[in-house]
C-alpha cells in the first residue's frame, strides 16, 4: 500500500502532529488498520537530533512497522554491546545482549537520526500515512475552551498557505516542544532529575575491532561529577555528550558550553584519548531540565506520544524505546477507541498505565544511580536474586512486568544510606557496579 493525499478540507480519522519515531510509529500502525491517517512534519526533511541509540526491546515495534528487513540493509553500525568506563579510565568487558538475550533482538543498531527518521516517514508513506512535509502547525484546536475536545489544528504550508484540519483523534508527536501539553500547562519536570546534556559529533575517533565497533560507552569522569555517552554512527561519526546536574555544567561555567564540554573531556580518561585524532564536526548543543512527564497522556479526542508525553535521563538510553513503544501502544488504543466511536480520553488514555509503569522501572534505577553512596554492586550482593531483574530493564523489558519486590528491596538500601540531593551526574558507574550487572547475565 502506498499513501494517498488526503483533501485537508475534509476530517481525517487520526492527525498526528510530528514525524518522529512516535508519530511515525503511531501513524503507521493506525493506517496499517485502515484508518484515514495524515501526519505533519514541519521539517522539509529530516534533521540533526540526538536519541541516537536503540535497545533490544525497541525490536518487537520495529517488526510490527516493517522496519527490520530495511535496518538490517541498512549502513547503521550493529550494536551487540554496552561497556563502561570508570572514573580511572579503566573498561569493563562488554555487556553483550546475547548473553541473556539470544534471539533476534540481541543485535540492535546505532543510528543517524536524520537518516533514521527519513527511513520511518518514508515506511508511513508506503503503509497509507499521507505525510506532509514543511506543514508548521500553529494551533491546537479545541471545542470549546483549552482542556475541551480537540477537534485538530491550524498549520501553514510551504508556499504560505494556512488550513485548518480536522481530526476525530489528534496525536501529538511534537518531542519537547510538546504542543498539548504546554498549552494546557500540564507539562512537570522531574525535581529530582535537574540534569544538563551538552553534546556534538566527532569524525575520526577511536573505534574498537569486531563486534565491538559498534557498542554505547558509558564512561565516568574522573572527579564522579558528570557521565558521558559514546556512540559509533555512520560515516566514521562518534556522538559523544556529556550530563550532570544543571549548576555544575551550565550555571557556574559563564555560559561557554563548549569550554565546558572540552573541559570534561579532560577530566574523563576513558574518553580523552579515542579523541586524540578527531576532528569535531559541528558546534555543541545544550540541553536543559530534559527529564519530564506530562500530567496525563490522553484527553478527549488527544494523545500525547513520545517526548510529547515524557523524557528520561539517557543514561540508559531508554529515549527511541520509549518513542516507539508509546506510539505503538496509543496507536493499538486509537484503533480501539475509533472502532468503538468513543474517543474520549477515558477510551483513548487506556495506554497509559502500561507506558507509566515502564517509564517508572527505569526511572528508579535512574534515581539509584544519581543516589551518593549506592552501588549497584553492593546491592546485587545483597540480594542477588535481582539480578536478572536489574538486566531486563537495562535491555527494556519493562512493559507488563512486575518488578515490584526489586523495587522494594532498592528503596530498602536507598533509605539506609544518609539523606542528600541527588548525587552528581556519574557517581555510581564503577567497576564493581559495571562487573555486577554483567554478572547478572
Known sequence: MSSKQIDPASEVDVLVVGGGPAGCAAATLVAQAGHRVMLLERQETPIFKIGESLIPASFETLDRLGMIDQLRASRFPKKYSVQFFSGSGKASSPFYFHETDPGDRSQTWQVLRSEFDGMLLANAEHHGVDVRRGAAVKEILFDGPAGGRAVGVKASFSGGESRKIKSRVL??????????????????????????????????????????EGATLILQTEDNRCWFWYIPLPDDRVSVGVVGPIDYLIRDRQGNPQATFDQEVMRCPGLAPRLTTARQSMGVKVLNDFSYTAERAAGDGWVLVGDAFGFLDPIYSSGMLLALKSGELAADATIAALAAEDPSAERLGTFEPTLRAGMAS????????????????????????????????????????????????????????????????????????????????
Open 362 to 441: 527505569f526511572r528508579q534505577l535512574i534515581y539509584a544511580f544519581y543516589t551518593p553512596d549506592f552501588n549497584f554492586a553492593r546491592f546485587l550482593k545483597r540480594f542477588p536474586q535481582h539480578r536478572l531483574a536489574v538486566v531486563d530493564i537495562l535491555i527494556g523489558d519493562v512493559f507488563d512486568r512486575d518488578f515490584s519486590a526489586l523495587f522494594e528491596d532498592l528503596q530498602t538500601m536507598i533509605s539506609s544510606l544518609r539523606p542528600a540531593q541527588p548525587a552528581q551526574a556519574g557517581e555510581t558507574i564503577t567497576e564493581e557496579t559495571t562487573m555486577a550487572v554483567e554478572g547478572a547475565a
Open 171 to 212: 496525536m501529538d508527536a511534537t518531542g519537547q516542544r510538546a504542543m498539548i501539553a504546554r498549552q494546557l500547562g500540564i507539562r512537570q519536570h522531574d525535581a529530582c532529575l535537574r540534569m544538563a546534556a551538552i553534546f556534538t559529533h566527532f569524525e575520526g575517533a577511536q573505534r574498537d575491532p569486531g563486534i565491538d
